[in-house]
T-cell receptor, first 112, second 110 residues
Framework: TQLLEQSPQFLSIQEGENLTVYCNSS?????LQWYRQEPGEGPVLLVT?????EVKKLKRLTFQFGDARKDSSLHITAAQPGDTGLYLC????????????FGKGTLLTVNP | NAGVTQTPKFRVLKTGQSMTLLCAQD?????MYWYRQDPGMGLRLIHY???????AKGEVPDGYNVSRLKKQNFLLGLESAAPSQTSVYFC?????????FGPGTRLTVT
């Protein structure tokens, strides 16, 4: 099973700051999903990236997939307290089209 | 649509007691999953199902059993709870790899 490494593990910033979190692997991703888990809730899918070099935007969130498909980043512009949560990346397991393996996540706290 | 629902939301068990967690989805998804989430360990797959009447072991299946008698329901059972099973349990469902999660059940075993 491919190991997904997320960094940083924890991030605490002030409202209005920008930030970037990362998801890396030693192997090539078939595709990559990003989820956000708010405190006390289940993870919610934000985006799926498939093609190397792909960039997707979701309001103030920008997702990039590395050209070699071995890394991905999530950039948040002008963070708000509502962005607080655990950000998880996940990849389909070994060619499966349904099972996922998850990284351990980046716990983001945005202070007002 | 309610999406994925889980009952109960909270439960406290004594060591050796049994219980069943219920997951229901109204999206007609074929695949369903049970995960546990522990600090520093991330989400770990306990068992999963690829369709009604089927189940399979995930990464951490020991101490748990599952059943999927109806397509919309996936039950997770603990026959003899242990303190190591204190965790937050999430159910998820999917048509393909993009998964939809329930709100979780916080289980404490004393």
């Amino acid at each position: 099973t491919q190991l997904l490494e997320q960094s940083p593990q924890f991030l605490s910033i002030q409202e209005g700051e920008n930030l970037t979190v990362y998801c890396n692997s030693s192997s090539v991703f078939s595709s990559l999903q990003w989820y956000r888990q708010e405190p006390g809730e289940g993870p919610v899918l934000l985006v799926t990236v498939v093609t190397g070099g792909e960039v997707k935007k979701l309001k103030r969130l920008t997702f990039q997939f590395g050209d070699a498909r071995k890394d991905s980043s999530l950039h948040i512009t002008a963070a708000q307290p509502g962005d607080t949560g655990l950000y998880l990346c996940a990849e389909p397991v070994g060619g499966s089209n349904y099972k996922l393996t998850f990284g351990k996540g980046t716990l983001l706290t945005v202070n007002p | 649509n309610a999406g994925v629902t889980q009952t109960p939301k909270f439960r406290v068990l004594k060591t050796g007691q049994s219980m069943t967690l219920l997951c229901a989805q109204d999206m007609n998804h074929e695949y369903m999953y049970w995960y546990r989430q522990d600090p520093g360990m991330g989400l770990r797959l306990i068992h999963y199902s690829v369709g009604e009447g089927t189940t399979a072991k995930g990464e951490v299946p020991d101490g748990y059993n599952v059943s999927r008698l109806k397509k919309q329901n996936f039950l997770l059972g603990l026959e003899s709870a242990a303190p190591s099973q204190t965790s937050v349990y999430f159910c998820a469902s999917s048509l393909a790899s993009e998964q939809y999660f329930g709100p979780g059940t916080r289980l404490t075993v004393t």
